[in-house]
């Protein structure tokens, strides 16, 4: 009833920036909290930062003033703003989030994922 569609992934030099956008859609009464995941090969996938419908954020120690999260509560999307970015960050992106559709049935609910590379 509701999806996920990420965009803004890609090769990026280390010190770089990327924009990730993340946009819910489908029978939506209102999103809850968003968040960025991600997952490196090999890895559990981990959170990186998270955003309630209020505005409240919280970030993973490693992207502490390097990364931002923001939400556009009109248009159901989320962003995650990455600055200098690190060969370590280098991982696929996933975007989360806890959706109420209009049948008042809340879900939480995956992104197909995007795949975001720092390399020289």
């Known amino acids: 009833q509701v999806q996920l569609v990420e965009s803004g992934g890609g090769l990026v030099q280390p010190g770089g920036s990327l924009r990730l956008s993340c946009a819910a859609s489908?029978?939506?009464?209102?999103?809850?909290?968003m968040g960025w995941y991600r997952q490196a090969p090999g890895k559990q996938r981990k959170l990186v930062a998270a955003?309630?419908?209020?505005?409240?954020?919280n970030y993973e120690d490693s992207v502490k003033g390097r990364f931002t999260i923001s939400r556009d509560n009109a248009k159901n999307t989320v962003f995650l703003q990455m600055n200098s970015l690190k060969a370590e960050d280098t991982a696929v992106y996933y975007c989360?989030?806890?959706?109420?559709?209009?049948?008042?049935?809340?879900?939480?609910?995956w992104g197909q994922g995007t795949q975001v590379t720092v390399s020289s």
């Open positions: 489908g029978r939506i009464f209102r999103v809850n909290a």
């Open positions: 989360n989030a806890d959706i109420t559709t209009t049948l008042i049935q809340t879900f939480n609910s």
């Open positions: 955003i309630s419908s209020s505005g409240s954020t």
